[in-house]
């Protein structure tokens, strides 16, 4: 079962148009999960992002494009190298993802996100066992910046 859990001081600070974006993503039903750091900082982690990573099960879900077409925003097709992208008020902190490096498919990986609150919602996020599976996987020089700060979390949310 997956674990509940409270928003936590370090999360993503998220506009009225961005919390009811995640909320209809909820209602509708649509499958996705919070991963990156904000995922990180949604259980704690003291870390700083500028977006929010959004990994949905299906980018050609009609329950996803209803949901966005009822925010007033829509998907940009990739083009070229260009990843897809939201377009529309409310959605444009958030990025889409497509592969998570390291880690299993989505399906695998949201049997075991865990629900965070969101004020009267829960969004289920990447587990920071797996946030930090995907950052290793990757190598990058920013990413080996916080490893040690989300291993320091891990074990501070494993104490409580």
């Known amino acids: 079962m997956p674990a509940r859990g409270k928003p936590r001081p370090g999360g993503p600070p998220l506009s009225a148009a ?29 870390v700083v992002t500028q977006d929010v990573d959004l990994w949905f099960r299906d980018l050609n879900d009609p329950r996803l494009h209803r949901t ?11 083009v070229g190298l260009n990843p897809p992208v939201l377009l529309g008020e409310g959605v444009d902190l958030f990025d889409l993802v497509t592969h998570m490096h390291g880690l299993e498919g989505f399906a695998e990986e949201m049997k075991h996100a865990v629900r965070i609150s969101l004020g009267s919602f829960r969004v289920p996020v990447l587990p920071l066992d797996r946030v930090i599976a995907s950052k290793r996987a ?23």
């Open 18 to 46: 961005e919390l009811r974006f995640l909320r209809a993503l909820v209602r509708a039903k649509v499958d996705f999960m919070i991963v990156g750091l904000s995922a990180a900082a949604l259980q704690g982690a003291p």
């Open 68 to 78: 966005l077409r009822k925010v007033g925003s829509g998907i940009l097709e990739p």
């Open 138 to 160: 990757l190598g990058r020089p920013k990413d080996e910046l916080y490893l040690r700060v989300l291993a320091d979390t891990r074990k501070a949310v494993r104490r409580r």
